[in-house]
Structures are given as C-alpha cells and as structure tokens.
C-alpha cells in the first residue's frame, strides 16, 4: 500500500476506535492512537497474512502484549478484513468476540490471549524459538508498551533472547512516554529504553513511530535483520496522537471520549483528510 492510502486508513482508523469506545463507554484510547501506524504498516505492507484464512500455518504471527491496547488493534484487523467494520459496535459487550482484552479463541486473527503485561513478550518469544525447532519460516512480531518494559519479564525474554540468538523476531516497543497515571520517569524514557536494549546485546533500531516514510523502512529493515537474531524497534510515538487534548495525557490512558469530546475529536481528525 502507497503512504497516501496508508496515513488516510490510519486516520479513518483513529476516527473508528474513537466511535467504538465511545459507544462502548470503555476502552484505553490513548495507547489505541499511538500504535495506529504501528498496526497499520505491519498488517497493510510487512506482515505475510490472509485475513481469509487466519489459522494459515506459514502467515507471520502478531501478538499486542500491552493487550489493554485493544481497540487499536480490533480495529486494524476490521480494516485489513479478517471481520466486518459493524461487529465494532459490540466491542467490550457482554458475549462480543471482540472483549477488552484479545481473546484468541473468539477474535478471527488473535494470534495469542494478551492483557497480562509481559507475558505477551515471553509469549511470542516461545513461538519464534517453536518455528526455528519446526522449520517454519515466519516471523513473529509484539508490540510492548514502554510502561509495560518496566515488568522484569519482558527483560527476562530479551536476555534469553539473545544468548540464545533466537531468529525471527521483533520486538517492537510503543515509546509514547506516558503511562497509567503519568509520563514516564527519567530511566524509562525512549532513550534509556535504547541503551538497556543495546546492553542486552540486542540488535536495536530507533525510528519515528507516525511517520510512514521512515517507520515502514525501519519495520522492513527489523524483520531483515531479524533472520540472524532477535531485534528490538524503539518507535518513538505520541500517546493520544491525532486529538490535541489527548496527545501526552496520561488522563486518557483508559477513558472512553463522552459525546461532546467525541464530536470535538472526529473535528479535529476530518482536518486531516
């Protein structure tokens, strides 16, 4: 997919999830808007899928650890067809499919059950290191969340990891700076993000996490790279991006927009056709 089809569908994206938990009165939309690229780019021009046929055994696997992330996520695969755009409507109802948390048992194209933070990382690492014994030639892909880093499992995985050379996995880390009740604190930050994964021995890229002309280079240049041993992509995001008084507020880490913030979100979005 070109860039210019790729940012309008990012941006129809954000203006769905926003309608989605605004129906739904739940769901963590800041996080949701800063991964929107994130998705996008993996599912509309690096993964190998086929939203037909989702239990395809070759297609490259995806797990979202920061599961809270959800709407996001449901939203992208709605976009790339593995469901129809209306089944939204019942996100986080009761008996939905599509719960607030990935359920790979209800959701077509949910490669694994996330919400747990960590375990999503440990997860994904287990399926590269089960296709590398099986001779399988996908490659697994996880999105973490920065504040999700601070769990010492994720660095439990990475460790392992990289003594062990695993291939054929990305580990690729949502730095939107913020988390539940604030921003990230010094240490935590995008760039002592970089120098820990780097002192993990893992082979580490930075690259802006909005703009498709450098984060689809850098994705490509991840699983590439990813064929001789695990790699970790740093893409540095905004949390909220897209709505100007959600953008960097932790306050929006879990709040559904009401009516009125929702109309004043779809403005600020329909400004960017």
Known sequence: MEIVQLEKVANEMRKTLLRMTNRA??????????EIEILAALYFCIMKVDPLNPQWPDRDRFILSKGHSSPGYYTTLAYRGYFPLNLL???????????????????????YSTGSLGQGVSVA????????????????????????????????ALMFAAANAVKKIVFIFDANNVQLAGTNTAGTDADSLIRKLKGFDITTLDTDGH?????????EEAAEKSKAGPV?????????????????NYKWHGVAP????????L???EGNK
Request: charged letters at 25%; glycine letters at 16%; a negative charge.
């Open 25 to 34: 009165g739940a769901g963590h939309v800041g996080g949701s808007l800063s």
């Open 89 to 111: 409507d019942n996100f986080d109802n009761v008996g939905s499919p599509l719960q607030s948390h990935p359920d790979m048992h209800k959701c077509p194209g949910v490669d």
């Open 125 to 156: 690492l287990g399926m590269a290191i089960a296709a590398g014994k099986l001779k399988k030639g996908f490659t697994v892909f996880t999105l973490v969340g920065d504040g999700e880093a601070q769990e010492g499992q994720v660095w439990e």
């Open 211 to 219: 703009d498709f002309n450098k984060l689809v280079p850098a994705l």
């Open 232 to 248: 970790a992509l740093v893409a540095r995001t905004v949390k909220g991006r897209g709505v100007s008084f959600m953008e960097g």
């Open 258 to 265: 009401n009516n009125e913030e929702l109309e004043k979100a």
């Open 267 to 269: 403005g600020e979005l």
